[in-house]
Protein backbone atom coordinates (compact mmCIF):
# COMPACT_ATOMS: atom_id res chain seq x y z
CA UNK A 1 0.00 0.00 0.00
CA UNK A 2 0.97 3.96 -0.40
CA UNK A 3 1.97 5.26 2.33
CA UNK A 4 -0.96 6.64 4.22
CA UNK A 5 -0.97 10.53 4.79
CA UNK A 6 -2.04 9.69 8.48
CA UNK A 7 -1.58 5.71 9.68
CA UNK A 8 -5.42 4.23 10.88
CA UNK A 9 -4.17 2.51 13.43
CA UNK A 10 -7.65 0.46 15.45
CA UNK A 11 -7.20 -1.50 18.55
CA UNK A 12 -10.57 -2.31 19.13
CA UNK A 13 -9.72 -5.91 19.20
CA UNK A 14 -6.90 -5.23 21.66
CA UNK A 15 -8.22 -2.17 24.12
CA UNK A 16 -11.39 -1.69 22.94
CA UNK A 17 -12.01 -5.28 24.32
CA UNK A 18 -10.77 -4.07 27.92
CA UNK A 19 -14.26 -2.53 28.27
CA UNK A 20 -16.66 -4.16 30.81
CA UNK A 21 -18.71 -6.88 29.57
CA UNK A 22 -16.81 -7.09 26.32
CA UNK A 23 -16.73 -10.33 24.88
CA UNK A 24 -16.27 -12.05 21.25
CA UNK A 25 -15.21 -15.32 19.98
CA UNK A 26 -12.15 -15.72 18.22
CA UNK A 27 -14.73 -16.21 14.67
CA UNK A 28 -15.71 -13.05 15.89
CA UNK A 29 -12.58 -11.24 15.83
CA UNK A 30 -11.81 -12.48 12.75
CA UNK A 31 -15.17 -11.20 11.35
CA UNK A 32 -14.22 -7.70 12.91
CA UNK A 33 -10.58 -7.93 11.06
CA UNK A 34 -12.17 -8.57 7.59
CA UNK A 35 -15.02 -5.28 8.15
CA UNK A 36 -11.93 -2.94 9.13
CA UNK A 37 -9.92 -4.20 6.56
CA UNK A 38 -12.62 -4.02 3.84
CA UNK A 39 -13.13 -0.22 5.70
CA UNK A 40 -9.53 0.54 4.78
CA UNK A 41 -8.01 0.76 8.21
CA UNK A 42 -4.03 0.64 7.36
CA UNK A 43 -3.46 -1.48 10.97
CA UNK A 44 -5.29 -3.52 13.37
CA UNK A 45 -3.83 -4.58 16.50
CA UNK A 46 -5.07 -8.17 17.31
CA UNK A 47 -3.48 -8.76 20.56
CA UNK A 48 -1.17 -10.48 22.28
CA UNK A 49 -0.42 -13.76 20.62
CA UNK A 50 -0.16 -15.79 23.79
CA UNK A 51 -1.99 -14.12 26.72
CA UNK A 52 -4.72 -16.99 26.33
CA UNK A 53 -5.39 -19.55 24.61
CA UNK A 54 -8.20 -17.96 22.54
CA UNK A 55 -5.33 -14.82 21.51
CA UNK A 56 -3.73 -17.73 20.27
CA UNK A 57 -6.28 -19.14 18.29
CA UNK A 58 -6.75 -15.84 17.04
CA UNK A 59 -3.27 -15.17 15.43
CA UNK A 60 -3.23 -18.74 14.71
CA UNK A 61 -6.43 -18.25 12.04
CA UNK A 62 -5.28 -14.85 11.00
CA UNK A 63 -2.34 -16.40 9.22
CA UNK A 64 -4.49 -18.13 6.87
CA UNK A 65 -6.64 -15.44 6.53
CA UNK A 66 -5.89 -12.67 3.06
CA UNK A 67 -6.13 -9.22 4.34
CA UNK A 68 -6.97 -7.04 1.24
CA UNK A 69 -4.97 -3.51 2.61
CA UNK A 70 -4.65 -3.93 6.51
CA UNK A 71 -2.09 -4.80 7.97
CA UNK A 72 -2.48 -7.11 11.74
CA UNK A 73 -0.27 -6.44 14.51
CA UNK A 74 0.59 -8.05 17.43
CA UNK A 75 1.08 -6.39 20.38
CA UNK A 76 3.15 -6.94 23.82
CA UNK A 77 5.33 -4.84 26.07
CA UNK A 78 9.34 -4.00 26.48
CA UNK A 79 11.37 -6.71 28.27
CA UNK A 80 11.04 -7.24 31.94
CA UNK A 81 13.75 -6.22 34.49
CA UNK A 82 17.09 -8.02 35.11
CA UNK A 83 16.38 -10.10 31.81
CA UNK A 84 17.89 -9.35 28.27
CA UNK A 85 15.68 -8.61 25.47
CA UNK A 86 16.82 -11.97 23.26
CA UNK A 87 15.69 -14.22 26.41
CA UNK A 88 12.44 -12.32 27.09
CA UNK A 89 9.37 -14.71 26.51
CA UNK A 90 7.21 -12.46 25.58
CA UNK A 91 9.55 -9.94 23.10
CA UNK A 92 10.26 -13.76 21.63
CA UNK A 93 6.91 -14.35 21.12
CA UNK A 94 6.59 -11.40 19.18
CA UNK A 95 9.93 -11.89 17.01
CA UNK A 96 8.18 -15.02 15.83
CA UNK A 97 4.43 -13.79 15.19
CA UNK A 98 4.25 -13.99 11.53
CA UNK A 99 3.24 -10.25 11.05
CA UNK A 100 5.74 -7.84 9.92
CA UNK A 101 4.71 -5.15 12.42
CA UNK A 102 4.92 -5.24 15.78
CA UNK A 103 3.54 -2.85 18.42
CA UNK A 104 5.14 -2.74 22.23
CA UNK A 105 4.38 -0.78 25.35
CA UNK A 106 6.72 0.93 27.64
CA UNK A 107 7.07 3.30 30.44
CA UNK A 108 7.81 6.77 30.46
CA UNK A 109 6.24 8.06 33.75
CA UNK A 110 8.34 8.55 36.94
CA UNK A 111 5.65 7.37 38.82
CA UNK A 112 5.56 3.80 37.42
CA UNK A 113 8.87 3.62 37.43
CA UNK A 114 9.40 3.62 41.21
CA UNK A 115 6.55 2.77 42.86
CA UNK A 116 5.36 -0.02 40.26
CA UNK A 117 8.21 -1.27 38.20
CA UNK A 118 10.83 -0.47 40.55
CA UNK A 119 13.49 0.57 38.08
CA UNK A 120 15.75 3.48 37.55
CA UNK A 121 15.11 5.83 35.25
CA UNK A 122 18.60 4.86 33.59
CA UNK A 123 17.44 1.36 33.85
CA UNK A 124 14.11 2.19 31.77
CA UNK A 125 15.78 3.94 28.87
CA UNK A 126 18.43 1.03 28.34
CA UNK A 127 14.66 -1.42 28.57
CA UNK A 128 13.26 0.52 25.97
CA UNK A 129 16.37 0.49 24.06
CA UNK A 130 17.05 -2.65 24.05
CA UNK A 131 13.53 -3.77 23.72
CA UNK A 132 13.26 -1.92 20.39
CA UNK A 133 16.51 -2.59 19.07
CA UNK A 134 15.62 -6.38 19.46
CA UNK A 135 12.39 -6.38 17.40
CA UNK A 136 14.46 -4.29 14.88
CA UNK A 137 17.16 -6.71 14.48
CA UNK A 138 14.47 -9.73 14.09
CA UNK A 139 13.32 -7.79 11.06
CA UNK A 140 10.31 -6.19 12.50
CA UNK A 141 8.74 -2.91 12.03
CA UNK A 142 8.00 -1.77 15.77
CA UNK A 143 5.33 1.01 16.66
CA UNK A 144 6.21 2.07 20.57
CA UNK A 145 3.94 3.24 22.68
CA UNK A 146 4.82 5.40 25.63
CA UNK A 147 2.66 4.47 28.33
CA UNK A 148 1.11 7.58 29.97
CA UNK A 149 3.30 9.97 28.18
CA UNK A 150 1.45 12.89 29.12
CA UNK A 151 1.49 12.82 32.88
CA UNK A 152 4.96 12.25 32.22
CA UNK A 153 5.68 15.63 30.36
CA UNK A 154 3.73 17.03 33.31
CA UNK A 155 6.02 15.60 35.87
CA UNK A 156 9.41 15.55 33.87
CA UNK A 157 9.03 16.53 30.20
CA UNK A 158 12.92 16.22 29.76
CA UNK A 159 12.52 13.08 30.84
CA UNK A 160 9.77 11.90 28.69
CA UNK A 161 11.67 13.40 25.84
CA UNK A 162 14.81 10.94 26.54
CA UNK A 163 12.30 8.08 26.74
CA UNK A 164 10.89 8.89 23.06
CA UNK A 165 14.02 9.63 21.93
CA UNK A 166 15.61 5.99 22.73
CA UNK A 167 12.48 4.24 21.26
CA UNK A 168 13.32 6.26 18.03
CA UNK A 169 17.09 5.91 17.85
CA UNK A 170 16.74 2.31 18.55
CA UNK A 171 15.13 1.81 15.14
CA UNK A 172 10.94 1.91 16.28
CA UNK A 173 8.89 3.73 13.05
CA UNK A 174 6.41 5.15 15.04
CA UNK A 175 6.46 6.43 18.39
CA UNK A 176 3.04 6.81 19.64
CA UNK A 177 2.33 9.27 22.43
CA UNK A 178 -0.10 7.50 25.06
CA UNK A 179 -2.53 9.56 26.83
CA UNK A 180 -2.91 6.35 29.21
CA UNK A 181 -5.26 8.05 31.82
CA UNK A 182 -7.33 10.42 29.41
CA UNK A 183 -6.27 13.44 31.81
CA UNK A 184 -5.30 15.80 29.06
CA UNK A 185 -6.68 18.22 27.02
CA UNK A 186 -6.83 19.01 23.40
CA UNK A 187 -4.58 21.86 23.48
CA UNK A 188 -2.01 20.49 25.82
CA UNK A 189 -2.24 17.57 23.93
CA UNK A 190 -1.40 18.91 20.64
CA UNK A 191 1.42 21.34 22.26
CA UNK A 192 3.19 18.41 23.22
CA UNK A 193 2.56 16.11 20.18
CA UNK A 194 4.43 18.87 18.08
CA UNK A 195 6.93 19.55 20.05
CA UNK A 196 7.95 15.50 19.58
CA UNK A 197 7.08 15.61 16.52
CA UNK A 198 9.41 18.33 15.17
CA UNK A 199 12.81 16.49 17.26
CA UNK A 200 11.94 12.85 15.86
CA UNK A 201 13.08 11.58 12.84
CA UNK A 202 10.35 9.22 12.70
CA UNK A 203 6.38 9.33 12.70
CA UNK A 204 4.94 10.13 15.67
CA UNK A 205 1.00 8.61 16.72
CA UNK A 206 -1.37 9.29 19.48
CA UNK A 207 -3.30 6.96 21.95
CA UNK A 208 -5.64 8.75 23.75
CA UNK A 209 -8.63 7.62 26.46
CA UNK A 210 -11.70 9.09 26.85
CA UNK A 211 -11.46 9.61 30.20
CA UNK A 212 -12.13 13.60 29.65
CA UNK A 213 -14.60 13.38 27.16
CA UNK A 214 -11.43 14.92 24.65
CA UNK A 215 -10.15 11.74 22.89
CA UNK A 216 -11.51 12.26 19.65
CA UNK A 217 -10.58 16.51 19.42
CA UNK A 218 -7.15 15.64 21.22
CA UNK A 219 -6.62 13.00 18.71
CA UNK A 220 -7.61 15.16 15.74
CA UNK A 221 -5.58 18.40 17.18
CA UNK A 222 -2.48 16.44 17.55
CA UNK A 223 -2.75 15.69 13.79
CA UNK A 224 -2.62 18.93 13.44
CA UNK A 225 0.33 19.70 15.23
CA UNK A 226 2.24 16.99 13.31
CA UNK A 227 1.42 13.46 14.20
CA UNK A 228 0.82 11.23 11.83
CA UNK A 229 -0.55 8.11 12.96
CA UNK A 230 -4.17 7.48 14.90
CA UNK A 231 -4.84 4.81 17.54
CA UNK A 232 -8.57 4.19 18.53
CA UNK A 233 -11.40 1.84 18.40
CA UNK A 234 -14.61 1.13 16.92
CA UNK A 235 -17.20 2.96 18.44
CA UNK A 236 -14.78 4.48 21.04
CA UNK A 237 -14.87 0.72 22.70
CA UNK A 238 -12.43 0.77 25.65
CA UNK A 239 -11.82 0.41 29.82
CA UNK A 240 -13.53 3.32 31.57
CA UNK A 241 -14.48 5.98 29.52
CA UNK A 242 -13.03 4.28 26.17
CA UNK A 243 -10.32 4.92 23.80
CA UNK A 244 -10.76 7.47 21.18
CA UNK A 245 -13.30 6.76 18.42
CA UNK A 246 -12.11 6.25 14.98
CA UNK A 247 -15.66 6.17 13.77
CA UNK A 248 -15.78 10.47 14.63
CA UNK A 249 -11.62 10.30 13.98
CA UNK A 250 -12.10 9.24 10.07
CA UNK A 251 -14.62 11.10 8.50
CA UNK A 252 -12.86 14.63 10.78
CA UNK A 253 -9.62 13.96 8.84
CA UNK A 254 -10.97 13.10 6.28
CA UNK A 255 -13.93 15.56 5.37
CA UNK A 256 -12.78 18.50 7.74
CA UNK A 257 -9.07 18.27 7.50
CA UNK A 258 -8.39 17.45 4.16
CA UNK A 259 -6.26 14.37 4.86
CA UNK A 260 -7.62 11.56 2.56
CA UNK A 261 -7.03 8.54 4.98
CA UNK A 262 -9.59 6.53 3.17
CA UNK A 263 -10.92 6.22 -0.70
CA UNK A 264 -13.99 7.63 -0.88
CA UNK A 265 -16.17 4.39 -1.03
CA UNK A 266 -14.58 3.14 1.81
CA UNK A 267 -15.09 6.02 3.82
CA UNK A 268 -19.18 5.02 2.38
CA UNK A 269 -18.78 2.01 4.61
CA UNK A 270 -18.22 3.78 8.03
CA UNK A 271 -21.98 3.67 9.66
CA UNK A 272 -22.04 -0.32 7.99
CA UNK A 273 -19.03 -1.08 10.00
CA UNK A 274 -19.75 1.11 13.03
CA UNK A 275 -23.08 -1.07 13.63
CA UNK A 276 -21.23 -4.13 12.04
CA UNK A 277 -19.21 -4.02 15.00
CA UNK A 278 -21.24 -2.75 17.22
CA UNK A 279 -24.07 -5.97 16.40
CA UNK A 280 -21.20 -8.50 17.02
CA UNK A 281 -20.14 -6.83 20.28
CA UNK A 282 -23.82 -6.50 21.67
CA UNK A 283 -23.37 -3.18 22.47
CA UNK A 284 -26.63 -0.62 20.64
CA UNK A 285 -25.28 2.37 18.79
CA UNK A 286 -26.62 5.69 20.38
CA UNK A 287 -29.10 6.65 17.97
CA UNK A 288 -27.48 9.82 18.27
CA UNK A 289 -23.49 9.38 18.14
CA UNK A 290 -22.14 11.70 15.29
CA UNK A 291 -21.89 10.91 12.13
CA UNK A 292 -23.16 7.07 12.01
CA UNK A 293 -25.98 7.18 15.07
CA UNK A 294 -29.43 6.90 13.57
CA UNK A 295 -30.41 10.29 14.15
CA UNK A 296 -27.19 12.14 13.29
CA UNK A 297 -29.12 13.45 10.24
CA UNK A 298 -32.64 13.34 11.28
CA UNK A 299 -34.80 15.81 10.83
CA UNK A 300 -37.86 16.96 12.00
CA UNK A 301 -40.09 19.81 12.74
CA UNK A 302 -41.69 21.80 9.43
CA UNK A 303 -38.91 24.54 9.05
CA UNK A 304 -36.02 22.34 9.28
CA UNK A 305 -37.82 19.96 6.94
CA UNK A 306 -38.08 22.55 4.29
CA UNK A 307 -34.92 24.09 4.86
CA UNK A 308 -33.01 20.79 4.63
CA UNK A 309 -34.94 19.87 1.25
CA UNK A 310 -34.06 22.90 -0.42
CA UNK A 311 -30.45 23.14 0.73
CA UNK A 312 -29.14 20.01 2.92
CA UNK A 313 -26.23 21.98 4.52
CA UNK A 314 -28.69 24.26 6.20
CA UNK A 315 -28.82 21.97 8.73
CA UNK A 316 -26.47 19.08 7.97
CA UNK A 317 -22.65 19.25 8.58
CA UNK A 318 -21.51 16.75 5.65
CA UNK A 319 -23.34 14.85 3.28
CA UNK A 320 -24.44 11.25 5.20
CA UNK A 321 -24.21 9.70 1.80
CA UNK A 322 -20.42 10.27 2.49
CA UNK A 323 -20.30 8.09 5.78
CA UNK A 324 -22.83 5.37 4.56
CA UNK A 325 -25.42 7.34 6.63
CA UNK A 326 -28.38 8.66 5.43
CA UNK A 327 -30.86 11.80 5.71
CA UNK A 328 -34.34 11.23 7.63
CA UNK A 329 -37.18 13.04 7.32
CA UNK A 330 -40.00 10.59 6.55
CA UNK A 331 -40.12 7.09 5.49
CA UNK A 332 -38.35 7.82 2.03
CA UNK A 333 -38.64 5.63 -0.77
CA UNK A 334 -35.58 6.80 -2.38
CA UNK A 335 -33.43 6.09 1.01
CA UNK A 336 -31.86 2.65 1.49
CA UNK A 337 -32.34 2.03 -2.94
CA UNK A 338 -29.06 2.09 -3.90
CA UNK A 339 -28.25 0.01 -0.79
CA UNK A 340 -30.69 -2.98 -1.91
CA UNK A 341 -29.44 -2.36 -5.76
CA UNK A 342 -26.40 -3.47 -4.81
CA UNK A 343 -26.99 -6.08 -2.20
CA UNK A 344 -29.08 -7.21 -5.37
CA UNK A 345 -25.92 -7.05 -7.43
CA UNK A 346 -23.95 -9.02 -4.96
CA UNK A 347 -25.99 -11.96 -4.85
CA UNK A 348 -26.78 -12.17 -8.80
CA UNK A 349 -29.82 -10.35 -8.95
CA UNK A 350 -29.48 -7.76 -11.54
CA UNK A 351 -32.34 -4.90 -10.92
CA UNK A 352 -33.44 -1.62 -12.59
CA UNK A 353 -33.79 0.58 -10.06
CA UNK A 354 -37.29 2.09 -10.88
CA UNK A 355 -38.31 -1.93 -10.46
CA UNK A 356 -41.57 -2.02 -8.50
CA UNK A 357 -40.44 -4.68 -6.24
CA UNK A 358 -37.48 -2.62 -4.91
CA UNK A 359 -40.10 -0.36 -3.57
CA UNK A 360 -41.91 -2.86 -1.72
CA UNK A 361 -38.81 -4.40 -0.33
CA UNK A 362 -38.01 -1.01 1.11
CA UNK A 363 -40.85 -0.73 2.16
CA UNK A 364 -40.94 -4.31 3.85
CA UNK A 365 -37.85 -3.63 5.31
CA UNK A 366 -38.36 -0.30 6.92
CA UNK A 367 -41.52 -1.82 8.72
CA UNK A 368 -39.17 -4.60 9.70
CA UNK A 369 -36.29 -2.22 11.23
CA UNK A 370 -39.73 -0.51 13.10
CA UNK A 371 -40.53 -3.81 14.74
CA UNK A 372 -36.95 -4.31 15.85
CA UNK A 373 -34.97 -6.26 12.74
CA UNK A 374 -31.87 -4.95 12.28
CA UNK A 375 -29.83 -6.46 9.43
CA UNK A 376 -25.81 -4.96 9.58
CA UNK A 377 -25.21 -8.17 11.57
CA UNK A 378 -27.91 -10.73 9.57
CA UNK A 379 -26.32 -10.57 6.47
CA UNK A 380 -27.97 -14.11 5.58
CA UNK A 381 -31.62 -12.81 6.81
CA UNK A 382 -31.46 -10.22 4.81
CA UNK A 383 -30.29 -11.83 1.22
CA UNK A 384 -33.33 -14.25 2.29
CA UNK A 385 -35.09 -10.84 2.55
CA UNK A 386 -33.88 -10.19 -0.97
CA UNK A 387 -34.77 -13.38 -2.82
CA UNK A 388 -38.00 -13.98 -1.18
CA UNK A 389 -39.15 -10.72 -2.68
CA UNK A 390 -37.00 -10.68 -6.04
CA UNK A 391 -36.37 -14.90 -7.19
CA UNK A 392 -38.41 -16.85 -4.84
CA UNK A 393 -37.51 -20.08 -4.12
CA UNK A 394 -39.21 -22.94 -2.60
CA UNK A 395 -38.72 -23.32 1.47
CA UNK A 396 -36.23 -26.25 2.70
CA UNK A 397 -39.46 -27.37 4.11
CA UNK A 398 -43.23 -26.18 5.51
CA UNK A 399 -43.41 -25.69 9.54
CA UNK A 400 -46.40 -27.35 11.02
CA UNK A 401 -45.77 -27.09 14.67
CA UNK A 402 -43.36 -26.83 17.59
CA UNK A 403 -43.48 -27.44 20.84
CA UNK A 404 -40.71 -26.61 23.70
CA UNK A 405 -41.00 -28.76 26.98
CA UNK A 406 -38.72 -26.82 29.74
CA UNK A 407 -38.13 -29.55 32.71
CA UNK A 408 -36.38 -27.92 35.86
CA UNK A 409 -36.01 -31.30 37.99
CA UNK A 410 -35.43 -31.80 41.50
CA UNK A 411 -32.12 -32.64 41.25
CA UNK A 412 -30.90 -29.49 39.53
CA UNK A 413 -30.92 -30.38 36.38
CA UNK A 414 -33.18 -28.64 33.39
CA UNK A 415 -34.03 -30.69 30.76
CA UNK A 416 -35.34 -29.31 27.62
CA UNK A 417 -37.50 -31.05 25.02
CA UNK A 418 -38.84 -29.79 21.56
CA UNK A 419 -41.29 -31.76 18.98
CA UNK A 420 -41.11 -30.52 15.62
CA UNK A 421 -43.57 -31.38 12.76
CA UNK A 422 -42.33 -30.45 9.24
CA UNK A 423 -43.71 -30.74 5.85
CA UNK A 424 -40.58 -31.98 3.98
CA UNK A 425 -40.14 -33.19 0.12
CA UNK A 426 -44.23 -34.09 0.22
CA UNK A 427 -43.45 -35.95 3.70
CA UNK A 428 -44.97 -35.16 7.27
CA UNK A 429 -42.20 -35.83 9.34
CA UNK A 430 -42.16 -35.62 13.41
CA UNK A 431 -39.08 -35.20 15.04
CA UNK A 432 -37.96 -35.13 19.03
CA UNK A 433 -35.05 -34.33 20.21
CA UNK A 434 -33.25 -33.13 23.49
CA UNK A 435 -31.08 -29.95 24.51
CA UNK A 436 -29.30 -28.52 26.52
CA UNK A 437 -31.76 -25.36 25.83
CA UNK A 438 -34.55 -24.46 23.66
CA UNK A 439 -32.52 -23.36 20.92
CA UNK A 440 -30.20 -26.40 21.10
CA UNK A 441 -32.95 -28.82 20.85
CA UNK A 442 -34.71 -27.41 18.64
CA UNK A 443 -31.63 -27.38 16.21
CA UNK A 444 -31.33 -30.83 16.43
CA UNK A 445 -35.02 -31.43 16.39
CA UNK A 446 -35.04 -29.87 13.05
CA UNK A 447 -31.80 -31.29 11.46
CA UNK A 448 -32.77 -35.00 12.45
CA UNK A 449 -36.26 -34.41 10.28
CA UNK A 450 -34.72 -33.25 7.20
CA UNK A 451 -30.79 -34.01 6.97
CA UNK A 452 -31.62 -37.14 5.31
CA UNK A 453 -33.47 -34.97 2.13
CA UNK A 454 -30.12 -32.32 2.67
CA UNK A 455 -27.27 -33.94 3.71
CA UNK A 456 -25.08 -30.81 3.07
CA UNK A 457 -27.03 -29.46 6.31
CA UNK A 458 -24.51 -31.91 8.50
CA UNK A 459 -21.58 -29.42 8.11
CA UNK A 460 -23.42 -26.38 9.19
CA UNK A 461 -22.66 -25.39 12.96
CA UNK A 462 -24.22 -22.72 14.99
CA UNK A 463 -21.56 -20.77 16.16
CA UNK A 464 -22.95 -18.40 17.99
CA UNK A 465 -26.58 -16.56 20.23
CA UNK A 466 -27.26 -13.51 21.41
CA UNK A 467 -29.96 -12.42 22.70
CA UNK A 468 -31.31 -8.67 23.76
CA UNK A 469 -34.12 -7.27 25.04
CA UNK A 470 -35.37 -3.85 23.12
CA UNK A 471 -37.68 -1.55 24.34
CA UNK A 472 -36.94 -2.82 28.16
CA UNK A 473 -38.74 0.33 29.61
CA UNK A 474 -41.58 -0.25 28.23
CA UNK A 475 -42.62 -3.00 30.69
CA UNK A 476 -45.16 -4.88 28.27
CA UNK A 477 -44.73 -5.37 24.79
CA UNK A 478 -40.72 -6.04 25.28
CA UNK A 479 -40.05 -7.63 22.11
CA UNK A 480 -36.38 -10.06 22.40
CA UNK A 481 -33.93 -9.66 19.59
CA UNK A 482 -31.63 -13.05 18.68
CA UNK A 483 -28.57 -12.89 16.29
CA UNK A 484 -27.20 -16.06 15.78
CA UNK A 485 -24.61 -16.97 13.64
CA UNK A 486 -23.99 -20.61 11.84
CA UNK A 487 -21.05 -21.25 10.21
CA UNK A 488 -19.90 -24.19 7.27
CA UNK A 489 -15.94 -24.13 8.14
CA UNK A 490 -15.21 -21.47 5.60
CA UNK A 491 -17.78 -18.78 6.48
CA UNK A 492 -19.74 -17.54 9.12
CA UNK A 493 -22.98 -15.96 8.68
CA UNK A 494 -25.22 -13.96 11.00
CA UNK A 495 -28.77 -14.47 11.17
CA UNK A 496 -32.23 -12.73 12.85
CA UNK A 497 -34.97 -13.11 14.34
CA UNK A 498 -37.35 -10.70 16.57
CA UNK A 499 -40.37 -11.79 18.75
CA UNK A 500 -41.84 -11.34 21.94
CA UNK A 501 -40.98 -14.65 22.79
CA UNK A 502 -37.53 -15.26 22.87
CA UNK A 503 -38.10 -19.27 21.32
CA UNK A 504 -40.09 -17.56 18.65
CA UNK A 505 -37.42 -15.39 17.80
CA UNK A 506 -34.52 -18.17 17.93
CA UNK A 507 -36.83 -20.27 15.73
CA UNK A 508 -36.80 -17.82 13.42
CA UNK A 509 -33.14 -16.72 13.77
CA UNK A 510 -32.57 -20.66 13.06
CA UNK A 511 -34.59 -21.70 10.32
CA UNK A 512 -32.97 -18.24 8.39
CA UNK A 513 -29.28 -19.31 9.27
CA UNK A 514 -29.92 -22.95 8.15
CA UNK A 515 -31.60 -21.83 4.99
CA UNK A 516 -29.18 -19.80 3.72
CA UNK A 517 -26.50 -22.20 4.35
CA UNK A 518 -28.43 -24.04 2.10
CA UNK A 519 -28.82 -21.53 -0.68
CA UNK A 520 -25.56 -20.99 -0.10
CA UNK A 521 -24.18 -24.28 -1.09
CA UNK A 522 -26.20 -24.31 -4.05
CA UNK A 523 -24.58 -21.96 -5.38
CA UNK A 524 -25.35 -18.29 -6.55
ZN1 LIG B 1 -5.04 2.17 25.81
Known amino acids: MTEPLVQLYDTTLRDGMQQEGMSVSVEEKVRIAHKLDELGIHFIEGGFPASNPKEVEFFRRMEREHLRGAELVAFGMT ?10 ENLRVLAEVFTPTVAIVGKTWGLHLSKVLRVSREENLRIIDESVRFLVEQGKRVVYDAEHFFDAWRDDAAYARRCAAAAADAGAAVICLCDTNGASLPGFVAGVTGEIAACLPVAVGVHIHNDSDCAVAASL ?18 ERCGNANLVSVIPALQLKMGLPVLAAEQLERLSETAHFVADICNVAIWAHEPYVGKAAFAHKGGLHVAAVEHAPQTFEHIDPAAVGNEQRILVSELSGKGAVLRRAHDIGLELAADDARVGALLKRLKDREHHGYHYEAADASFDLLLREELAPHEPLFRLES ?38 NALDTALRQAIVSKYPHLAEIELVNYKVRILDENKGTGAVTRVLLDASDGEDVWGSIGVSENVVEASWEALVDSIEYGMVRSQGR
Open 221 to 238: MAVDAGARHVQGTMNGYG
Open 402 to 439: FRVIVEKREDGKAVVEATLKVHVGGERVISTAEGNGPV
Open 79 to 88: RRKGVAAAAD
